[in-house]
């Protein structure tokens, strides 16, 4: 595409930032973002004047932000972005968060303690709506363009119910296990040293993961330097459950653990129907006196805070933070427009 008619098509896309159909705008934001770098200059030239249209300006800086990150945006764009989130967090009340990915969890209220623990520095103050995108957009980062997107930055929650969450890894933790022969090996050594040596310093360290897309879920707890607890479904279901159950854990089932459920359950009920299987279950469960099967959340809402089921209930103090990694200081911060 030569240079004249790239800027055409640039400018003709511009407009459609602010159309009013949705689809029209997100297929300009896709065509903007594979034109590429091109469109910066003019994307800039937008944010700087009158746009030809309502919305136009704010879809600018979604597509620059896709194609340059925070670390590419003029100084007068990143202000306005720090501005508007001190006037969010003013009236920011939890809400509950998808759950899909991994945390650790530390009782402190010692911000900068937990920053020097993950060795985290350059920390962003941010909504937990911010903190919960940025999550999963590095927990599901798989461009092969930018190798550092997924372990650059960590999302530092506020002090929630008196403990301090922090979404995602070490840099190096993630190099360990991405460059092992065996990473699911290297994954469970990885947590367990962590959540150890977490608790060395403040007294309890526990690490959760759920995933959103199948029946994975695992815990880790340690305390005073030792892991008293690691579980880990797949293991479990695979090997055997090795270790001590923990006291969080009575009243469940594990997820490993056969539900109890006799044979011919669903005789008669359209397995294609998802609303009578769950209703059958949920019966036959009833019936029966089967007790629920547990995650890591229902683990966490019992031993730490459950992310999940944040509200109005949760006493929060301070202010959640997006702070860099080792890879995040060399690299920068991964691209992407991030909601407020």
């Known amino acids: 595409m030569g240079e004249g008619l790239t800027a055409a098509s640039i400018e003709g896309l511009i407009p459609l930032l602010g159309d009013l159909d949705p689809g029209a705008r997100r297929s300009a934001v896709r065509a903007l973002q594979a034109i590429g770098t091109a469109a910066v200059p003019h994307l800039q030239r937008v944010r700087r004047r009158r746009a030809p249209g309502p919305r136009v300006r704010a879809g600018a800086l979604e597509v620059l932000a896709d194609l340059v990150g925070p670390d590419g945006l003029d100084s007068r764009d990143q202000e306005a972005w720090r501005r508007l989130t001190r006037i969010k967090l003013l009236a920011e009340t939890p809400d509950g968060m998808r759950l899909c990915g991994a945390w650790y969890a530390v009782p402190t209220a010692d911000q900068d303690a937990v920053l020097a623990a993950f060795e985290l520095g350059s920390p962003q ?92 879920t695992a815990w880790c707890i340690a305390e005073g330097g030792e892991v008293v607890r690691h579980y880990d479904a797949y293991d479990a279901g695979e090997s055997g459950d090795g270790g001590l159950p923990h006291p969080a854990e009575a009243g469940y089932l594990l997820p490993h653990q056969d539900k109890g459920l006799p044979r011919g359950a669903f005789e008669g009920v359209d397995v294609a129907d998802t609303d009578a299987v769950v209703a059958r279950y949920r019966q036959v469960k009833a019936d029966l006196r089967i007790p629920d099967t547990c995650r890591a959340d229902d683990i966490a809402a019992r031993l730490s805070v459950d992310p999940g089921a944040l509200g109005t209930h949760t006493r929060t103090s301070g202010h959640g933070v997006l702070a860099l990694t080792a890879c995040g200081r060399e690299h920068g911060h991964p691209v992407g427009a991030l909601p407020v």
């Open 125 to 216: 103050p941010v909504t937990l709506r911010t903190g919960e995108a940025a999550w999963h957009r590095f927990r599901h980062s798989w461009d092969g363009a930018r190798p550092h997107a997924a372990c650059s930055r960590v999302f530092v929650s506020p002090v929630l119910d008196g403990w301090t969450l922090v979404f995602g890894h070490f840099s190096q933790d993630t190099h360990r296990i991405e460059n092992a022969d065996d990473r699911a090996d290297v994954f469970r050594l990885v947590v367990r040293q962590r959540c150890a040596e977490l608790s060395r310093r403040f007294g309890s360290a526990h690490w959760y993961g759920v995933s959103g897309g199948d029946d994975w």
